[in-house]
């Protein structure tokens, strides 16, 4: 069994077949008998509410209520902002009946033709659409505003190749929604809210990002700016964590959302939206994870310590579980969230690697040794390193070590991050990094689309942005040689 | 303005008016422009969620976890319950296409005809179905027993008659789902979880609650037995505010869901389902609020306490806000939650009826006189009663009269209960009853469906339930004359 647990496919052979055994294995999730949804099984949404919880806090301390919007959009919602349309509502499940009936024939239920919709619903794949046609009612003056309102919802969208938390049908996520009095406020609010995504990001994951702009071509459908933070897997490719989308007057206009402003004229509404989805479960165990198997920040690990008894006999395994018993109130009463795991018919083998692979950061096992000792070996996740420590003072340890684990964790990827920004003349040094190296390439570019376009076309790597704190700096384009004024970041990206 | 959010119908007059004034001017929700979706708003969506992780903390320290299931269900999913499909696979939202197109006309965008799906897709109405297909890929062995598992999702029921809250077409709900070995301990789940619905609803909503079984005809589709919990409002009728199913091994056979057990022999599993919805928003504002608006239970309520100057002038403005800033220090330190009215474009007067609308416990009012006698005007919501009190002592009196609120919103609830529980004996008394008075009946039912029906035919009652402590006591039928066991409770009901 230990075996059968350990059978992940190895990271540096199959990337993406490591990461799917991760998440089926550790119990995360699977995939359903829905093409393309997934259900998160409860190891992995006990992690999703840690991060929700602390992302809602987060939220709440910037001023942000939440509210709920209905699941459905009706389709003609979708052209009324015009570039909207274009990114959003074609890949979209539809919603055309609402009625089923007994098959006439006797084969269990059939669609009543019966009960055809008038116009048809989308089920949202985001919601500015019916989010703002609400707000009309809800905004007349200045007074109204700012509405700082957030969403945690479902939502689904069409995609052909899915993969579990990364890429799925249907998946989990906020969507803040905010309208503000003038630009100046929302342009605040897009930065202000990219900037909670980082905290939480590097704060609570664990995983370093950059924070930039996105260019044109990658920008939100409907947004004058989107704003990003783009954090690196291990295996080279970045992955888009969360996005910041400045939204103009656009969907104002597209939803006749006018205010008298102070001046007592009318003007339209300016928007923010942002959001982060399950998708951040992905980068969380792509950035950290090992062949052994998941490895959980301590501030969002569902369990922080399991503590395993090692005996002999039916008298040790008493003495060892009741002494653990002990240790684990010591523990829970520093507000660690702590197991013994007392089953008698698994080998304590077993359980390790069993903890192993569902990335508890701190193993504590007691033997008949360390009961006359005194002692406790302390195993941690992060280093894979033990060591036998007292009993004595044990719970003050293990708390401080979690600050130590999260630091530590953090940090190595940050080593690795920095590592991976690859400063690029050439083209031929830009192919040659991105296919031998992977990671970030910090290279000039002339500004275009088009040139772009043509970089994607020839290596599969994107602008993923350009960053905030890029300097000015003098350059020529990498492809073309055309003049450029700053460098941006490309990647190979999920 | 002030007269305008007091302009709710009056509850008298029109009950269902009213309420839908209240839940709309005390901004809980409104109706969206999909036909019969609600969008809950910032102040509604609070209060759900205090509710939510009230119940939360419930069904952990019950045992219970978490996890996220689709969204989406096959239709031939709904063939394989054979009563299930009769109850629930009707009037459901139904997805049949998967694309948008651009209109080759140029008007928006169009269903693509050719990315309908093979299987048409059911928007989850409840998750039995799905949840039983998951589960078969978990259980082996009475090892992987119980389970143990719950959801927070939306649901949606296509009602062709919604009512805010008690009745829409998309509604939030938690659907626990527990798998076990043996029937007794199925049973006992079932009964657990109406328990803990019964304490959440009387502890918390402050809203009494009948603990009973439903009747054959009543129960939900595919169970063995329903258990629920009845309300009554304040209009004389019952609201079915949460139910608790056993299921015998109904589902199990449904999707081949077999373990081996402790002998080494396979067996069907044994499974409960248990739900609460946001329905349970409307009993709480049906069973407390009156003409002024809400009442809110203080273990429940968004906010506590507002606390609102009263001055002539700048420098009464600044030295009330000022002490009043000191004052909810206070009162946050006590953990209760506070807001300082201090708007200066809004008379005092408005502001009163503003909290009175949202149902906030407790309110507080500083005016000069007080700032000079170190005093403070209290008044409570729940009996709008007011009286001038020290500030010396202020948020312990405030603390303290929070438990007070609980207790008193519960009593009252209780005692207009209590009075609504007519034990009738005759097939006229049973009618007049049900027209003069309301509420719930006790009388005995010759236990057959056909008399249930014939009795719902005639008077719109249905039988509520059979109470948990109902007695043994021989009686007649109050419509057939048959002989009956015991008195069961019937009332008109959302």
Known sequence: MAKELKDLANREDSYSQWYNDLVVKAGLAEYSAVRGCMVIKPYGYALWENMRDALDGMFKATGHENA??????????????????????????????????NDPEGNGVVVDPDARLEEELIVRPTSETIIWNTYKGWIQSYRDLPILVNQWANVVRWEMRTRLFLRTAEFLWQEGHTAHETRQE????????????????????GVPVVVGHKTANERFAGAEDTMTIEALMQDGKALQSGTSHFLGQNFARAFDVQFTNRENALDYVWATSWGVSTRLIGALIMAHSDNNGLVLPPKLAPLHVVLI??????????????????????????????????????????????????????????????????????????????????????????????????????????????????????WDEFVRTLDEKGGFISAHWDGTTETELAIKEATKATIRCIPLDAEDEEGRCVLTGNPSKRRVLFARSY
Chains 1, 2 share one sequence.
């Not at 909670?196 to 704060?203: C, I, T």
């Not at 795991?341 to 690697?353: L, M, P, W, Y």
Request: hydrophobic content about 40%.
């Open 186 to 205: 929302a342009v605040e609010e897009t930065a202000r809210m990219i900037g909670v995504y980082r905290d939480f990001a590097e704060k609570w994951m």
């Open 68 to 101: 709920y919007f209905p699941l459905f959009i009706p389709k003609s919602f979708f052209s009324r902002e015009a570039s909207h349309v274009e990114g959003f509502a074609k890949e979209c499940a539809v919603v055309t009946h609402y009625r089923l009936m």
């Open 309 to 426: 008894p090692i005996y002999k006999g039916d008298e040790e395994y008493a003495s060892a579980v009741a002494r653990l018993r002990e240790l684990a109130d010591e523990l829970r009463a520093r507000g660690l969230k702590v197991k013994i795991d007392d089953r008698d018919n698994v080998r304590s083998g077993f359980k390790f690697a069993e903890y192993e692979l569902k990335g508890v950061p701190v193993r504590l096992a007691l033997g008949p040794r360390d009961m006359a000792a005194g002692t406790i070996e302390l195993a941690r996740r992060d280093t894979l390193t033990k060591e036998v420590v007292p009993q004595e003072g044990l719970a003050e340890r293990v708390a401080s070590l979690m600050d130590e684990i999260q630091a530590a964790i953090f940090e190595r990827a940050l080593a690795y991050r920095d590592d991976h920004i690859t400063r690029v003349e050439t």
